[in-house]
């Protein structure tokens, strides 16, 4: 079996995280969602939240899992025995990160390898800080996420 990790902070995930997931599905057979708290950044919503959005979301989606971790990727990946790394790319400035950060990773597991999928010209331009935005201005999001991702994020912030 064909696995993979696709880790992220997902605060809250977009058009442009799923579209990366459905192509990743044609793939790999199964797909950890990996969360993780990104200590640069100050979520909107918990983690355990974001997991819970993802999760009903792909609710009957066999393929994927969701769960969420404090630490290293790479010893997440070694305690799920999955080695190879789902990162999409939107533009050269994340290509350099998303580089440095794979060698890291494969300098501290030798058995991990990242796999980069280029996001659909269409998502070039969306991420989840700029849905952060939209919400904070109490602005439609609809555009960005999934209805059911949107009402989710309207009930959170309405409950």
């Not at 997931?21 to 044609?26: E, F, H, P, Y």
């Not at 950044?41 to 355990?48: M, R, T």
């Not at 440095?100 to 800080?129: G, H, P």
């Amino acid at each position: 079996m064909k696995k993979a990790i696709y880790p992220g902070s997902f605060d809250p995930i977009t058009f442009g995280h799923i579209d990366i997931i459905q192509r990743a599905k044609k793939q790999f057979d199964h797909i950890t969602i990996a969360l993780f708290k990104n200590i640069d950044k100050d979520p909107l919503f918990s983690i355990q939240d974001r997991c819970n959005i993802i999760k009903e979301y792909f609710m009957n989606d066999q393929q994927i899992s969701v769960e969420y971790f404090d630490g290293l990727l790479v010893e997440f990946a070694a305690k799920h025995d999955i080695y190879t790394i789902i990162r999409g790319l939107r533009a050269v400035s994340d290509f350099e990160y998303e580089f440095q950060l794979a060698l890291t990773n494969r300098s501290l597991n030798e058995r991990i390898d990242s796999v980069f999928f280029m996001t659909d010209l269409k998502y070039a331009f969306l991420s989840s800080s700029t849905v952060r935005q939209l919400i904070k201005f109490k602005s439609s999001i609809s555009a960005f996420v999934p209805a059911a991702v949107e009402n989710k994020v309207r009930e959170l912030l309405n409950g």
